[in-house]
């Protein structure tokens, strides 16, 4: 899928299963788990939710320093990027799975946890690449772009801070929206390697194969998870 789909994807899915996932503490029997949640579903910390959940959904494609998504930052997500290639074999292999998923959501509440500027630069990232994502930029300016990105990062972080976003749910977000990538490239005609390191992948299911950048996606996909968005916002944001 393109950097859009699967932005869109993750801030779909995020507002999607919000209140599920503040029922979850306690319907699990273990209401201490509830700080994984925080108030995820007051209006600030849904809106960062979806923005960050948006950006995980293109984390698992920093393994591509081809992608426009590895130029984010400029050289630095471009640099991260060939590190995240090299040590996952490529593209398409370990950060495309179920395992890169649940360590990528565990990580990022451990290192959120307990550092405050590893939180803030996760949080800085992911608002950057939902940003890029969805098309913000200079087209054929990788420079430019990248300082557009900066920019808007900075002010939607400051924003956030000043509404008092806790992010006790970065770990949950980040996680959810890396699956959503999986399953979302699994759509594909190539599939993903979901148990990585278990060779094999899966494509779920067999007989869509969607085509990467073709019409299907650009004409229907795109616009139809755009709308879904737009609709679960207002939803969420509605007063009860």
Known sequence: MMGH???LSGAAVWLAVAPALVALPDALGHPELATLTGPILTPPELVAGAVVCAGAAM???????SATIAQTFGPVTWLL???VNFVSGGHRHATHSLLFSVLAGVGAHLLGDRY???????VVLMIGLAIRAVGIGVPGKTLTSAIVNVGLTAGLFLTFMTLG?????????IGVGCLVHVIGDCLTERGCPVLWPIQGR????WDIGIKTGKAFEKQFL???LSIVVIALFCLRLMPA
């Open 165 to 173: 976003v806790t992010y006790s749910w970065l770990g949950l977000a």
């Open 116 to 122: 405050a500027i590893g939180r803030d630069i996760l």
């Open 81 to 83: 990027s060939k590190g």
């Open 202 to 205: 899966w494509l779920l299911p």
């Open 222 to 224: 795109g616009p139809a």
């Open 5 to 7: 789909s699967h932005a």
């Open 59 to 65: 984390l698992p494609d920093l393994d591509h320093p």
